[in-house]
């Protein structure tokens, strides 16, 4: 049996004053070359969960209370000697793109965490190669950081993470200022980074789009989790977060010409035929 990659048990984190647990009794395990997507509404607790398993709390949140293990690769979090380790296997990218663009041009950016780890400096040039083309983003690498758009912020902080090479990749809402082409080609480059071993935890509010690429979901409400399974198993389990997202899925995924036949007009039509679509063994749909 695979060991896993991310296990976490009984992970629970209440911020100073806060009325309830952001985190509550939070159990489950990843494994490598998985991507995992974690979906859930506002306030769930998936930003915590993320920063948790980073290792930013609670060693830099003096006001959050963690309790519970997590384990990277079999070894407990608290014996890695501080985050400059725990990022050599783990790499966060935060939901705000802002807050971890340090360099004044795109190339600095992408180039200077390898600089500082010591990468040689063929191997730096081979990465950042992989880097423009997995995240299209050769044509910014001259760009000025502060002048990029949203999107391109995005793209460049994954690609920089990715650059660092991290066996496992959270990922908090990589894709929120990108257009749908632009998401497609992000939520593709996990694929394929996931194919090589990598593991993937990425946050998302695009159902359709995790439902699409990711292995399993993982649906999270009030810091707990509700649900753990396959796509279909979560989307149309009883903990599905919110069931007329069904037929929000199948609309946008009609737009994109990913859904045969016509569009149920009714939710349970929709779950009906999400269900046929997702148990028929020659659909692509869970694995692009
Ligand atoms: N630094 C903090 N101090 C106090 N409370 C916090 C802090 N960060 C988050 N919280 C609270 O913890 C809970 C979970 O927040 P979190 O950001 O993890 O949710 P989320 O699922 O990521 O939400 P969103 O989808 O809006 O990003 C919320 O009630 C939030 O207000």
């Not at 149309?236 to 007329?244: E, H, I, N, V, Y």
Request: charged share 25%; net charge negative.
């Amino acid at each position: 049996m695979t060991a896993p990659a991310i296990a976490v048990s009984g992970l629970s984190v209440r911020y100073d004053g806060a009325d309830r647990r952001a985190l509550d009794e939070v159990a489950f395990e990843a494994v490598p070359g998985e991507i995992l997507g974690i979906l859930g509404p506002t306030g769930a607790g998936k930003s915590t969960l993320m920063q948790c398993l980073s290792g930013v709390i609670p060693r830099h949140e003096e006001d959050a209370a963690m309790r519970g293990d997590i384990e990277v690769f079999g070894r407990p979090l608290p014996d890695f000697a501080g985050l400059s380790e725990i990022t050599e296997s783990v790499g966060l990218v935060m939901q705000d793109p802002e807050v971890q663009l340090v360099n004044t041009m795109v190339r600095e950016e992408l180039v200077w965490g390898m600089e500082n780890r010591g990468i040689p400096v063929p191997e730096i040039e081979r990465r950042l190669r992989r880097a423009c083309d997995l995240f299209d983003i050769g044509g910014l690498l001259d760009r000025f950081t502060h002048a990029l758009s949203g999107g391109e912020k995005q793209r460049v902080v994954v690609a920089s993470v990715f650059c660092l090479s991290p066996r496992i990749m959270l990922l908090d809402e990589p894709t929120s200022e990108l257009d749908p082409a632009g998401t497609e080609g992000v939520m593709d480059a996990i694929r394929v980074l996931a194919d090589e071993g990598v593991t993937v935890l990425v946050v998302e509010h695009k159902i359709e789009e995790l439902a699409v690429h990711a292995d399993r979901l993982l649906a999270m409400r009030r810091g707990r989790v509700e649900a753990i399974g396959t796509p279909r198993d979560v989307l149309m389990g009883s903990a599905a977060p919110d069931r007329p997202q069904v037929l929000d899925i199948a609309l946008r995924l009609r737009e994109r010409g990913h859904w045969d036949g016509e569009v149920p007009l009714s939710v349970p039509a929709a779950a009906a035929t999400w269900q046929s679509m997702t148990n028929d063994p020659r659909s692509d749909r869970n694995r692009s």
